[in-house]
């Protein structure tokens, strides 16, 4: 572990991964003011930053998905690809109601329903990635191989190019 706690903090996340054949590293930094900087703190590339999106498909019906940190969803390219015609974000008491964390801390790892995981293709482009471990100020970083395996995410083409500030 890095940054400045003395201990592993305990989330739903970090416990799902302590369950999992998987090797990662808890890294905890100070709140970030934008993608890049949180990229920096975490000692890793833009791209390999991902950002953990719920998507409501339908009543009830909700899905991750993983987009690397230079990248925004493309919305008509995920509703292609999910089959929907309407697709949106919730606010945040429906996120939290749907994943059971708040927004800025949401990841598929030890969420409180299993909701499917779509990860964009441009994650398979580097070999570590680094995302929220359920909690403000913590990320686990591992083998994207590794994520895509755990979750037994989709890898399917559904971003676009974003400015990245």
């Known amino acids: ?16 991964l302590a369950a999992m054949d998987l090797v990662f590293e808890i890294k905890v930094a100070p ?22 999106l ?15 940190g230079d990248r925004a969803i493309d919305w008509p ?13 919730p606010d945040a008491a429906e996120a939290k109601a749907a994943t059971g964390y708040e927004r800025g801390t949401i990841t598929p790892f030890g969420a409180s329903h299993a909701w499917p ?3 964009d293709r441009g994650i398979i482009e580097t070999s570590i990635v680094s ?16 994520l895509i395996a755990a979750l ?7 971003t676009k190019p974003a400015e990245v500030r």
């Open 117 to 119: 995981v779509i990860a």
């Open 77 to 89: 390219k995920l509703r292609a690809h999910v089959g929907a015609r309407r697709m949106t974000l």
């Open 152 to 158: 037994d995410a989709e890898v399917a083409d559904v």
């Open 1 to 16: 572990m890095s940054g400045q706690a003395s201990q592993p903090p305990d989330t739903p996340a970090l416990r799902a």
């Open 131 to 146: 995302l929220g471990g359920g909690a403000h100020g913590v990320s686990v970083t591992l083998s994207a191989d590794d």
């Open 31 to 52: 709140p970030a003011e934008s993608v890049a900087e949180a990229a920096r703190l975490r000692g890793i590339p833009v791209n390999a930053l991902l950002k953990t």
């Open 54 to 68: 719920v998507v409501r498909r339908g009543e009830d019906d909700y899905l991750f998905v993983l987009v690397p």
